[in-house]
């Protein structure tokens, strides 16, 4: 089965400070593609950072990281120089592909609530 | 370019009531979903399509109905709600392709309430 486990119902960080939220996935397949969403009390789902699995180089975005680390299946969330607008809800979410022709489907998390305290 | 319009916002349904969640899309994007949000969980596909005609079912599709007859909208029908179908529902939409650049347009979420 395809699985998304992070293990930190919720965090909180200082104003300024710098956060790592966990992910670990399961999978058998070598061609796919990891994410961070971040979702706000407004409920909208937002694109974080997005890594592919055959790219070594960790994925960076502005103060937003992440470790991928691919043997370990671990997928974890650096928040650098964290702001209050930083609170949210985030998934780690894994896509797998069900076949040729673009059909998908995103395996999420249960989520971390980053609390970001002044 | 409004991106995907999910309408109502909010509902609340008796048990046995039936009614549609509207999706639309404004961007040609190929492929588009339907996820339900629970309490603790994270996002489960129920039902998504790759094109006009052609849709297939998610993890949890009991319950749900769809249909594709236009690139733009994806409706989710609920035949009889249950309140077991109480939860927060997201349409999502994207550019067909396996490429990590076509990721996800999220709508902004209908919240339904079963009674």
């Known amino acids: 089965a395809q699985t998304v486990t992070q293990s930190q119902p919720e965090m909180s960080v200082q104003e300024a400070e710098t956060v790592t939220l966990s992910c670990t996935y399961d999978?058998?397949?070598?061609?796919?593609?990891l994410f961070w969403y971040k979702q706000p009390p407004s409920r909208q789902m937002i694109l974080v950072i997005r890594q592919e699995a055959y790219k070594q180089q960790n994925a960076t975005e502005n103060r937003f990281s992440v470790n991928f680390q691919k043997a370990a299946k671990s997928f974890s969330l650096k928040i650098s120089d964290s702001q209050l607008g930083d609170a949210a809800m985030y998934f780690c979410?894994?896509?797998?592909?069900?076949?040729?022709?673009?059909?998908?489907?995103?395996?999420f998390g249960k989520g971390t609530k980053l609390t970001v305290n002044p | 370019n409004a991106g995907v319009t999910q309408t109502p916002k909010f509902q609340v349904l008796k048990t046995g009531q039936s009614m549609t969640l509207q999706c639309a899309q404004d961007m040609n994007h190929e492929y588009m979903s339907w996820y339900r949000q629970d309490p603790g969980m994270g996002l489960r596909l129920i039902h998504y399509?790759?094109?006009?005609?052609?849709?297939d079912q998610g993890e949890v599709p009991n319950g749900y109905n769809v249909s594709r007859s236009t690139t733009e909208d994806f409706p989710l029908r609920l035949l009889s709600a249950a309140p077991s179908q109480t939860s927060v529902y997201f349409c999502a939409s994207k550019t067909g392709g396996r490429s990590g650049a076509n990721v996800l347009t999220f709508g902004a979420g209908s919240r339904l309430t079963v009674l």
């Open positions: 979410a894994y896509r797998i592909h069900i076949y040729q022709g673009g059909s998908e489907k995103l395996v």
């Open positions: 399509s790759v094109g006009a005609g052609i849709t």
């Open positions: 999978t058998s397949e070598s061609d796919y593609y």
